[in-house]
């Protein structure tokens, strides 16, 4: 326990399960509770699970959650958990959380949350945390943690200010400014402007997608229309992210303007706060040109009963398998191919893209810049804004964090000042 301010990252998150502590006076707030997402390499994947009974001994014997005092078995009364949003990388492990430890997450994400956890994808603490308000604040004088909104690819998303006496830090959270609530994120960046440190999300840093333009939320739904207009027969498949209900309800009222009526599997249709469930495959296959359907990864073997005609195409939209990464994704290519399904990838990432992060730093202008939720924090590079590439599981001490700012800004006559925060950890990267 400490008087002082202290950061540190339990988990950099590369790419996935990001967690960091902030600290003074005893009082300790932990941001973000989620989980690795990594299929295929992760050691809980590809269908292994924690063994009944024993999850959370489990996960913590091999690293999957962090081992905290005073959250799991009881509550320490000094520390709170606050959530981004509600992806499982940042809310996969809140199941574990002691009833008493308090939790707090953003208002605008209660709906999903009440639904996902209704449908049986996410188990959840009891009771289930504190809905915050939009720019309110948590806390007091010691310790207090404001929620800003930024835009990300589900709803109820947020970036945070975290102010102590002897640091103001600002993280990002997971956001964008391509999808369709850009001013949230350019609010974020005008409330951050200044932050001491910014902990700035870099997914995409490093990593363009090969020879592809990236789209825009906009230009997603703008080609789904375009794709509907070309298909006048055949069965229109789309896998798209469920807990996107922005773009579900795009897609459906596309769907529906051009003479079709759009259905999903049930959870993913109680995910998305859509109504059109699929009951009777039999019915799409008889009317294949009457209808979409919502049809993720578990759903691929309902091919069989809706046989496809020619014509027929598969959308993916951000659903799961999200990428070749992904084991599952040549077992999916192979029931496409199976059922002569053409593929069309029309997905727009819930993540800024890297000239983006470029901006969000350039607007908030910190003292320091942390990237982290990446592969290549190292990538990110913003000239006049010294940057730490941080160790994990070392406590950074305010002041530290100040000099180190002071120190490389005044050395950054050339590019890019940096500092390594040691071992980059070669083998933790994924
Ligand atoms: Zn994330």
């Not at 078995?73 to 000094?78: H, I, L, P, V």
């Not at 974020?188 to 333009?213: H, I, M, N, S």
Request: with cysteine; hydrophobic share 40%; charged share 15%.
């Amino acid at each position: 326990m400490s008087s002082a301010t202290t950061l540190t990252f339990l988990s950099l998150g590369n790419p996935t399960g990001l967690k960091f502590i902030v600290e003074h006076g005893g009082l300790r707030a932990i941001f973000d509770f989620g989980r690795e997402h990594a299929p295929g390499r992760a050691l809980f994947s590809l269908g292994l699970v924690p063994r009944p009974g024993r999850e959370l001994a489990d996960e913590l014997a091999v690293g999957i959650a962090p081992k905290l005092s005073g959250v799991y078995d009881a509550w320490d009364g000094r520390t709170a958990v606050f959530l981004s949003h509600l992806h499982l990388d940042h809310s996969g492990l809140v199941h574990h959380l002691h009833p008493d430890v308090p939790l707090y997450y953003p208002a605008a994400m209660e709906p999903l949350r009440a639904a996902v956890e209704g449908s049986g994808y996410l188990p959840w603490r009891r009771p289930p945390g504190t809905q915050v308000a939009d720019g309110a604040t948590v806390g007091g004088g010691e310790l207090s943690v404001q929620f800003l909104a930024v835009d990300h690819d589900l709803p109820g998303a947020s970036g945070f200010l975290v102010r102590t006496p002897e640091l103001a830090l600002a993280f990002t959270g997971d956001h964008r400014w391509h999808g369709s609530h850009p001013e949230l994120t350019a609010a974020f960046a005008q409330a951050a402007r200044g932050a001491d440190v910014l902990v700035q999300e870099g997914v995409t840093l490093g990593a363009p997608p090969p020879g592809a333009t990236p789209l825009s939320e906009h230009q997603v739904w703008a080609g789904f229309e375009r794709l509907l207009l070309e298909r006048t027969s055949g069965l229109v498949i789309v896998n798209a992210y469920p807990m996107n209900r922005e773009r579900v309800a795009a897609f459906a009222a596309a769907c529906e303007r051009h003479g079709r009526r759009f259905l999903m599997e049930a959870q993913a249709a109680q995910i998305a706060g859509y109504p059109g469930v699929l009951t009777d495959p039999g019915g799409v296959a008889a009317d294949p040109a009457g209808h979409c359907l919502q049809l993720g990864f578990g759903g691929l073997p309902s091919l069989i009963d809706l046989q496809p005609p020619p014509g027929s195409v598969y959308v993916h939209s951000d659903g799961a398998p999200m990428g070749p990464f992904d084991p599952a994704w040549t077992v999916m290519e192979a029931w496409l191919a199976r059922f002569g399904l053409e593929f069309v990838g029309l997905g727009s990432t819930g993540h800024s893209w890297p000239e983006d992060i470029v901006r969000m730093v350039q607007a908030v202008r910190p003292g320091l810049v942390v990237p982290v939720h990446s592969r290549s924090p190292e990538a990110l590079e913003v000239p006049g804004v010294p940057r730490l590439l941080a160790e994990p599981q070392r406590p950074y001490a305010a002041a530290e964090l100040k000099a180190l700012a002071r120190q490389l800004f005044a050395r950054a006559a050339g590019p890019t000042p940096s500092a390594h925060g040691g071992d980059p950890a070669p083998s933790g990267r994924t």
